[in-house]
């Protein structure tokens, strides 16, 4: 694991000087104060250890499609985010975290159950309908159409540690009428439903949507509130701040922040789209549209740290900052990664990851160990000094060790299955494994196993399975092993295309 860690050295933080310091400047009590000082003290101690005991607050803000050097912070010289940045130099940022899953459903799944996406057989989109019977050689595999009501959400578990939990944005988990965030744990749920993108983005945030595999289109609306002109990242922005306003002092809260944004439909604010265009095209990263939309979801989450700021809150808050998968091939360039969002590639599953806030002891440094969504549920447990619940995160690690003064993380194996067709440049069904800087990557369809190491390699461009027989072969086998253990489900052969034959 490698930390930067810049210190600067100080007289008052030097144990020895503090104690010759208090030592020197010893006072004489009188007697008959000695009792009373005693008392104060005490109860000073009291009032310190009842502090110390509060539960800390939790915000999780996830951004839709975020790609990961789309962070002023990641590298980005295009991309505007202060106030994302100043989450990142005030904690931990993880620079080789990564989504569950190459879209969007099954990370969320993945985060707010701390399982991987093949152990729930959750792993395809909502309600996908890329799969063409005519075209593709195999059958895509089974999955599940909502977050099944038997798992015992992140949500849940701080709700029934005494928590209020909020939800405010995008859901995409399932729908009406028993899929929703508050059958899922939530209290108050603005705007998620069963749809992964808004109408629009502009009031009165409505659309429709094409219906996979018909000529049938679907009406949708992100939030039914707002007025003409509103913007929907400004409008769960500020309706988020009234909740911790209004309900932030009552009990510890839960703020899960799934931004819609920066999902398609492109639309951005006029303003902020027209200064990005005033950059010249060559120093471009990405679209003026896109870039202003990363630049409002930088607002939104000022706008909830000033209200927690507000509040006297900032020090009891725990922040967790991080994306479902890698950034849109049309939105912006992911270089030096390779590919985008829905490939399994890095540009599809590397994302950023930032933690802060109430225990993390480690300021403005980097950790460099592999870590993914599902990591992130047992995370909050340990830092919010809660009972953790292994037999539900099962496949999850907290990754406080890397947040604490002290400790470290062990590099550990993380594991992809993705027996889905999907329509993104690169994309192809696959399964995956990273163990330390090595990655793997083997196509459901073709059978081709691919094997690159990222230390030295990190675009992905020199395949050395050939030149390494032997690791491939091990690393295949971890693969199995896993999906066999995670039962993941095989895709089958396609009896309507000829040439098919089974792959796991």
């Given at each position: 694991?490698?930390f930067?860690?810049?210190?600067?050295?100080s007289?008052?933080?030097d144990?020895?000087?503090?104690?010759?310091?208090?030592?020197?400047?010893?006072?004489?009590i009188?007697k008959?104060?000695?009792?009373?000082?005693?008392?104060?003290?005490?109860t000073?101690?009291?009032?310190?250890?009842?502090?110390a005991?509060q539960?800390?607050?939790?915000?999780?803000?996830?951004?839709?499609d975020?790609?990961?050097?789309d962070?002023?912070?990641?590298?980005?010289?295009?991309?505007?985010t202060?106030?994302?940045?100043?989450?990142?130099?005030?904690g931990?940022?993880?620079?080789?975290?990564?989504?569950?899953c190459?879209?969007?459903?099954?990370?969320?799944?993945?985060?707010?159950?701390?399982?991987?996406?093949?152990?729930?057989?959750?792993?395809?989109?909502?309600?996908?309908?890329?799969?063409?019977?005519n075209?593709?050689?195999?059958?895509t595999?089974?999955?599940l159409?909502?977050?099944?009501?038997e798992?015992?959400?992140?949500a849940?578990n701080?709700?029934?540690?005494?928590?209020?939990?909020?939800?405010?944005?995008?859901?995409?988990?399932?729908?009406a009428?028993?899929?929703?965030?508050?059958?899922h744990?939530?209290?108050?749920?603005?705007?998620g439903?069963?749809?992964?993108?808004?109408?629009?983005?502009?009031?009165?945030?409505k659309g429709?949507?094409?219906?996979?595999?018909?000529?049938?289109?679907?009406?949708?609306?992100?939030f039914?509130?707002?007025e003409?002109?509103?913007?929907?990242t400004?409008?769960?922005?500020e309706?988020?701040?009234?909740?911790?306003?209004?309900?932030?002092?009552?009990?510890?809260?839960?703020?899960?922040?799934?931004?819609?944004?920066?999902?398609?439909?492109?639309?951005?604010?006029?303003?902020?789209?027209?200064?990005y265009?005033?950059?010249p095209?060559e120093?471009?990263?990405?679209?003026?549209?896109?870039?202003?939309m990363?630049?409002?979801?930088?607002d939104a989450?000022?706008?909830?740290?000033?209200?927690?700021?507000?509040?006297g809150?900032?020090?009891?808050?725990?922040?967790?900052?991080?994306?479902?998968?890698?950034?849109?091939a049309?939105?912006?360039?992911?270089?030096?990664?390779r590919?985008?969002?829905?490939?399994?590639?890095?540009?599809g599953?590397?994302?950023?990851?930032?933690?802060?806030?109430?225990?993390?002891?480690?300021?403005?440094?980097?950790?460099d160990?592999?870590?993914?969504?599902?990591?992130?549920?047992?995370?909050?447990l340990?830092?919010?000094g809660?009972?953790?619940?292994?037999?539900?995160?099962?496949?999850?690690?907290?990754?406080?060790?890397?947040?604490?003064?002290?400790?470290?993380?062990e590099?550990?194996?993380?594991f992809?299955?993705?027996?889905?067709?999907?329509?993104?440049?690169q994309?192809?069904?696959?399964s995956?494994?990273?163990?330390?800087?090595?990655?793997?990557?083997?196509?459901?369809?073709?059978g081709?196993?691919?094997?690159y190491?990222l230390?030295?390699?990190?675009?992905?461009?020199?395949d050395l399975?050939?030149?390494?027989?032997?690791?491939?072969?091990?690393l295949?086998a971890?693969?199995?092993a896993?999906?066999?253990?995670?039962r993941?489900?095989?895709m089958?052969?396609?009896?309507?295309?000829?040439?098919s034959?089974?792959?796991n």
């Open positions: 694991m490698f930067r860690d810049p210190s600067v050295h007289p008052f933080n144990p020895y000087t503090l104690q010759t310091r208090t030592q020197s400047m010893k006072p004489t009188p008959n104060e000695k009792i009373l000082c005693f008392l104060i003290f005490a000073s101690v009291f009032a310190v250890s009842l502090e005991e539960p800390k607050n939790v915000i999780l803000f996830l951004v839709d975020l790609g990961w050097m962070l002023s912070c990641q590298g980005s010289k295009f991309y505007k202060p106030n994302i940045d100043k989450l990142a130099y005030s931990v940022r993880f620079t080789d975290a990564y989504s569950a190459v879209v969007c459903s099954p990370t969320r799944a993945a985060l707010l159950t701390g399982k991987y996406p093949a152990r729930l057989m959750l792993t395809q989109w909502l309600p996908d309908g890329r799969w063409n019977p075209g593709h050689k195999m059958r595999g089974r999955f159409r909502a977050l099944p009501l798992e015992r959400t992140l849940e701080l709700r029934d540690e005494g928590y209020l939990t909020f939800h405010a944005g995008k859901w995409h988990l399932g729908g009428p028993f899929s929703l965030p508050e059958h744990g939530f209290d108050y749920n603005l705007g439903d069963d749809h992964g993108a808004p109408g629009s983005f502009f009031h009165p945030f429709t949507w094409g219906i996979p595999t018909t000529k049938l289109r679907a009406s949708k609306q992100a039914g509130g707002g003409k002109g509103d913007y929907l400004d409008v769960l922005a309706g988020t701040v009234k909740l911790i306003k209004e309900n932030g002092r009552k009990k510890p809260f839960f703020l899960y922040f799934p931004f819609y944004a920066v999902h398609t439909p492109l639309q951005g604010k006029k303003g902020k789209i027209e200064r265009k005033q950059v095209k120093e471009r990263q990405g679209n003026p549209v896109y870039a202003a990363v630049e409002s979801v930088d989450v000022g706008k909830v740290m000033d209200a927690v700021r507000e509040l809150m900032e020090k009891d808050t725990l922040v967790l900052f991080t994306s479902d998968n890698g950034g849109f049309r939105a912006t360039n992911h270089a030096p990664l590919a985008n969002k829905g490939s399994p590639y890095e540009g599953i590397r994302v950023p990851l930032i933690i802060t806030g109430a225990g993390v002891e480690r300021k403005g440094t980097t950790c160990v592999p870590s993914t969504s599902s990591d992130l549920y047992p995370t909050i340990e830092m919010a809660l009972p953790m619940r292994p037999h539900q995160h099962i496949d999850g690690r907290s990754l406080a060790g890397a947040l604490k003064g002290k400790g470290s993380l590099v550990q194996p993380i992809w299955h993705y027996p889905h067709y999907n329509q993104h440049p994309s192809a069904p696959h995956v494994i990273r163990s330390d800087s090595w990655k793997l990557i083997e196509f459901l369809e073709t081709k196993i691919e094997l190491d230390a030295k390699d990190l675009g992905e461009s020199k399975s050939q030149a390494k027989p032997e690791l491939t072969k091990e295949l971890l693969l199995h896993w999906k066999k253990d995670v993941a489900e095989p089958l052969p396609n009896p309507l295309v000829e040439g034959k089974e792959k």
